[in-house]
T-cell receptor
Framework: KAGVTQTPRYLIKTRGQQVTLSCSPI?????VSWYQQTPGQGLQFLFE???????NKGNFPGRFSGRQFSNSRSEMNVSTLELGDSALYLC?????????????FGPGTRLLVL | GENVEQHPSTLSVQEGDSAVIKCTYS??????FPWYKQELGKRPQLIID?????GEKKDQRIAVTLNKTAKHFSLHITETQPEDSAVYFC???????????????FGKGTKLSVKP
């Protein structure tokens, strides 16, 4: 079974631009979560989607948004990019997103904001 | 909200020695505790997990122990090898609104170096 995939793998943007990242979960997984990883803050939860609905959201500004499609693929969008948004963005998938399910991570998209 | 503390932040051992990483958490309702290994430039990969109805779980050279009363859990790696060198993250799932779903709250990570 193919793992979680993310595109693109690398991105360079400038301040003020917006960016869209994509995540394809493992086949059969319907829950997709997004995390931001930085050296200073570590791994932080952004939001989780299940059946095209955002069920849970972390403590990030409204510039960070996402959506999920009927095939469970998910996208996240960051508008008005700031230097501090430079990070590795990871998505993870699980069957239904319940508390005791294992989450499997994608390879991440490394975003550099100049 | 849930807070996860992980110690030590760096750990250097000789090949063949054991390594122990400890995490404490604050939410007594947490019931799932995974450990992830992240090699440089790679994705976090689950290496072992434990659920709250179990006190210890072992998989070859890796074991995890859980003390729910004290709200801490530990990763034990025996007979370490150079390929064990990586950053290890502990995590806890929180009980969010609705109760059934959970997102992962991670510790800050431990950089393990195994010297040949």
């Amino acid at each position: 079974k193919a793992g979680v995939t993310q595109t693109p793998r690398y991105l360079i943007k400038t301040r003020g631009q917006q960016v869209t990242l994509s995540c394809s979960p493992i086949s059969g997984h319907r829950s997709v979560s997004w995390y931001q990883q930085t050296p200073g803050q570590g791994l932080q939860f952004l939001f989780e989607y299940f059946s095209e609905t955002q069920r849970n959201k972390g403590n990030f500004p409204g510039r960070f948004s996402g959506r999920q499609f009927s095939n469970s693929r998910s996208e996240m969008n960051v508008s008005t990019l700031e230097l501090g948004d430079s990070a590795l963005y990871l998505c993870a998938s699980s069957f239904t997103g319940t508390r005791e399910e294992t989450q499997y991570f994608g390879p991440g998209t490394r975003l550099l904001v100049l | 909200g849930e807070n996860v503390e992980q110690h030590p932040s760096t750990l250097s051992v000789q090949e063949g020695d054991s390594a122990v990483i400890k995490c404490t958490y604050s939410d007594s309702a947490s019931n799932y505790f995974p450990w992830y290994k992240q090699e440089l430039g790679k994705r976090p990969q689950l290496i072992i997990d434990i659920r709250s109805n179990v006190g210890e779980k072992k998989d070859q050279r890796i074991a995890v122990t859980l003390n729910k009363t004290a709200k801490h859990f530990s990763l034990h790696i025996t007979e370490t090898q150079p390929e064990d060198s990586a950053v290890y993250f502990c995590a806890v799932t929180t009980m969010n609104y609705g109760g059934s779903q959970g997102n992962l709250i991670f510790g800050k990570g431990t950089k393990l170096s195994v010297k040949p």
